[in-house]
């Protein structure tokens, strides 16, 4: 097997950074690693496998010396400039951004669900939304086996989803109630905020993304289209509300599905169980059940709280928690460069 050479555009963003850490984990046939990023991050000096990086700008010419991988983490405008420059010079394109997403000529990939569109790529792929990566590695399986006929999402999104600036109105909301210690006044909206409209610390805010013309936000939009994308079922019937919770790590999902097909609960849990990707946290005698806590720091989607849902025929529950850095971008990302590496 040959070694090969990969960029990371946009290395030191949280995303970015997770990517490196992961990298570090997998320790790939890659035998040469630049790091790029914008104008005012370059120059920044990074630690990586024992050696000492300097960030390099990105630039048009930044792929002319020839890549075989680039994960891009850098978001949507920078992804739709460089990307197809990266991908001309014979890169392949692991995108992080929603830039290509739904672009029909880019395969959208979860490698435990879809694989297989893998080999269709013309120079870019397309890394899922967080929230849509860790709910088709367990519907998949799912709808292989008993075929969704609705899907109902209700997500509970950490503050890291929404980047640096997300995690800061969340730290800052700790402190202002520490330094207040009156919770109305850690309540309003008296202190910084740098990316929600409102304070984060103990507040759900049902708003994620742009509100869209349906009444929809992106978010819900990202999650319906995405799904039906990567299942492969373009009609399937999705309704979403992605909601930003006040936690720093993780994404929790409540998910209902209503199969065409009768199912059996204990061959439905031993189907997660031995699923790709998936562990299953469903001992309720105990009170274990999967959390967010559990979740960050692993690649694995936690599945529990699997029930009948009696409203509906063939109606099934479940709970749903993954590191949304990491399964939910960077290792998903890695994950498909591994594929790509298999395949040459």
């Given at each position: 097997m040959k070694d090969f050479k990969l960029a990371v555009v946009g290395a030191t963003g949280v995303v970015g950074r997770a990517a490196l850490k992961i990298l570090e984990e997998k320790k790939l046939p890659i035998s040469e690693y630049v790091?790029?990023?914008?104008?005012?991050?370059?120059?920044?000096?990074?630690?990586?496998?024992?050696?000492?990086?300097?960030?390099?700008?990105?630039?048009?010419?930044?792929?002319?010396?020839?890549?075989?991988?680039?994960?891009?983490?850098?978001?949507?405008?920078?992804?739709?400039k460089y990307s197809p420059i990266a991908a001309s010079h014979g890169c392949v394109v692991v995108d992080n951004s929603s830039a290509f997403r739904m672009d029909d000529q880019v395969p959208l990939i979860v490698p435990e669900v879809n694989p297989e569109e893998i080999k269709k790529n013309k120079g870019i792929i397309a890394n899922p939304n967080c929230s849509t990566i860790q709910a088709v590695?367990?519907?998949?399986?799912?709808?292989?086996?008993?075929?969704?006929?609705?899907?109902?999402?209700?997500?509970?999104?950490?503050?890291?989803?929404?980047?640096?600036?997300?995690?800061?109105?969340?730290?800052?909301?700790?402190?202002?109630?520490?330094?207040?210690?009156?919770?109305?006044?850690?309540?309003?909206?008296?202190?910084?905020?740098?990316?929600?409209?409102?304070?984060?610390f103990n507040n759900c805010l049902p708003h994620i993304d742009v509100f869209l013309d349906n009444g929809y936000t992106k978010e819900e939009m990202k999650m319906i289209n995405e799904t039906r994308k990567i299942l492969g079922r373009p009609d399937l019937a999705i309704t979403a509300t992605t909601v930003r919770v006040p936690v720093l790590n993780s994404h929790s999902e409540s998910i209902n599905v209503e199969f065409e097909n009768d199912y059996n609960l204990e061959e439905v849990k031993d189907l997660l169980k031995n699923s790709p990707g998936i562990k299953v946290i469903d001992d309720i005698s105990s009170l274990k059940y999967p959390l967010a806590t559990?979740?960050?720091?692993?690649?694995?989607?936690?599945?529990?709280?699997?029930?009948?849902?009696?409203?509906?025929?063939?109606?099934?529950?479940?709970?749903?928690?993954?590191?949304?850095?990491?399964?939910?971008?960077?290792?998903?990302?890695?994950?498909?460069?591994?594929?790509?590496?298999?395949?040459f």
């Open positions: 790091f790029f990023a914008s104008k005012k991050s370059a120059g920044t000096k990074i630690s990586f496998l024992g050696k000492e990086y300097v960030v390099k700008e990105l630039n048009e010419h930044s792929f002319d010396e020839g890549f075989d991988f680039a994960i891009f983490s850098a978001g949507g405008d920078t992804s739709k590695v367990a519907l998949k399986p799912l709808d292989d086996k008993y075929k969704i006929k609705r899907i109902v999402y209700s997500t509970y999104q950490a503050v890291s989803g929404a980047g640096r600036d997300g995690i800061y109105d969340l730290e800052n909301g700790i402190k202002n109630f520490k330094e207040s210690s009156d919770i109305n006044v850690a309540s309003s909206n008296k202190y910084e905020l740098k990316k929600f409209p409102y304070p984060i559990d979740a960050t720091g692993q690649d694995d989607v936690l599945v529990g709280r699997i029930r009948r849902d009696f409203s509906i025929p063939n109606g099934l529950n479940f709970w749903c928690v993954a590191d949304n850095i990491r399964k939910g971008a960077a290792s998903n990302a890695i994950q498909i460069v591994e594929k790509l590496i298999e395949f």
